[in-house]
C-alpha cells in the first residue's frame, strides 16, 4: 500500500478519500498524524489553493502529497461561497454556521433558481518541488435545499440535493455517495491519471 499524506485533518474527508484509492493499492493519512498545522489558504481558486496545500504536507511530512480543494458554487450567489466554502461564516465556523449562512442568503431565491454544484479540484506531488503536478477536478451538480436534510457526511452535504436524487447528499450512504460525488469524480480522474484504474 503506497502511502501519501493528505493536506487536510478533516476526518469525514479522510475516511472518504481512502474509501475512492485503497481499491488502487493506495492510503492517505492526514497532515496532522505528521504535527502539520494547516497550511494559509491564499489563494483566489480552488486549484491555486490545492497547490499550496500540497506542498506544504509534503515539505513537511515527506511524503508525497494529494491536496483536495472543494467547495459549493451556487449560481444565484455569483460561485459563493466557493473556495471560501469551509470559512464562510467566519474563521472557525461550524458546518451548522456554514449552513444557516448559506440558507440565509437564499432565503427570497426560490428553489429552482438555487441551482450549485460541488467542486472538488485534486492535486498530486511526488515532492513539495515537483514541477508537473497532478490536476484533476470533478463537479457534482444539483440544488440547495430550503433547509437542512439528513445526518451523515459533512459540509453542506444536509442542503444539497444532487441532480436527479431525492435524497440530500446528507441522506445518502458513503457507497452511494463515492459513486457520483465531486470528490468520486475528482479521484476517479487522478486515478486513471495514475494508471491505477
Known amino acids: ?87 464562510y461564516a467566519g474563521p472557525g465556523a461550524s458546518d451548522a454556521d456554514n449552513n444557516r449562512k448559506l440558507l440565509d442568503a437564499l432565503t427570497d431565491v426560490p428553489l429552482p433558481r438555487r441551482t450549485a454544484r460541488f467542486v472538488c479540484l485534486v492535486v498530486l506531488l511526488r515532492h513539495p518541488r515537483d514541477p508537473l503536478p497532478v490536476i484533476c477536478q470533478g ?12 445526518e451523515a457526511g459533512f459540509g453542506y452535504d444536509p442542503v444539497f440535493l444532487p441532480a436527479g436524487s431525492r435524497h440530500s447528499a446528507a441522506e445518502m450512504t458513503p457507497a452511494q455517495k463515492n459513486q457520483s460525488s465531486h470528490r468520486a469524480r475528482a479521484f476517479a480522474c487522478l486515478m486513471e491519471r495514475l494508471g491505477r484504474r
Open 1 to 87: 500500500m503506497e502511502r501519501f499524506v493528505l493536506a487536510s485533518g478533516n476526518r469525514g474527508k479522510v475516511a472518504e478519500i481512502n474509501a475512492l484509492v485503497q481499491s488502487a493499492g493506495m492510503e492517505v493519512v492526514a497532515q496532522s498524524a505528521f504535527g502539520i498545522d494547516p497550511a494559509e489558504e491564499t489563494g483566489v481558486t480552488f486549484v491555486e489553493n490545492a497547490l499550496v496545500k500540497a506542498r506544504h504536507a509534503a515539505a513537511g511530512s515527506g511524503l508525497p502529497a494529494i491536496a483536495d480543494d472543494s467547495g459549493l458554487v451556487v449560481d444565484a450567489l455569483d460561485g459563493d461561497p466557493g473556495v471560501f466554502s469551509a470559512r
Open 139 to 150: 463537479a457534482w451538480e444539483g440544488t440547495v435545499l430550503e433547509a437542512p436534510r439528513g
